[in-house]
């Protein structure tokens, strides 16, 4: 069964005011994925979104990135070498980290060379190497991650969930 990673947002479940609940965007689509006999799994990272893998139908990946605001990514083995992407893919790539809160020095200090000299293995520690713990702010209404560094659950963990 195919495979795909993804960066995902975290959105507010209205269902559960007065409480605040947020949960990964993917889960919408949690039935369909089990449907097909698909897992997923998840690690939250920094920018208020998650690393998720999927294994479901090429149909159900295919909804899984049409979800609002989430990133297929190109490759979807750990060791594929992102040098199979093009120009424009890799741009986007370190565009993307860069909008989760990483900075472009943090980013090139991790990947000197042209992005495509490393694996996606690599380039998912990097994204996963912190977080921030969220918080709600009444005044705004808002859900913001200021709160204290932590670091999320490996890479390794969620690939081994959705074996």
Known sequence: MPVGWFI???VRDPSTLPRIRRYVVVDELTATIR???GDWSETEVLGQV???KVRASAGTLSQVAALPGVTRLPVHRLDDPLSTLTAEQKTALRTRVQALGYTLPEIAGR???DIGTYTLRQLLHFIASRRRKVRYD???DAIID???IFTPRA???VDAAVA
């Open 50 to 52: 998650a690393i998720v």
């Open 8 to 10: 995902a947002p975290y």
């Open 146 to 148: 200021d709160g204290a």
């Open 138 to 140: 009444q005044a705004t």
């Open 155 to 157: 890479v390794a963990e």
């Open 111 to 113: 990947f000197p060379n």
């Open 35 to 37: 449907a097909d006999g």
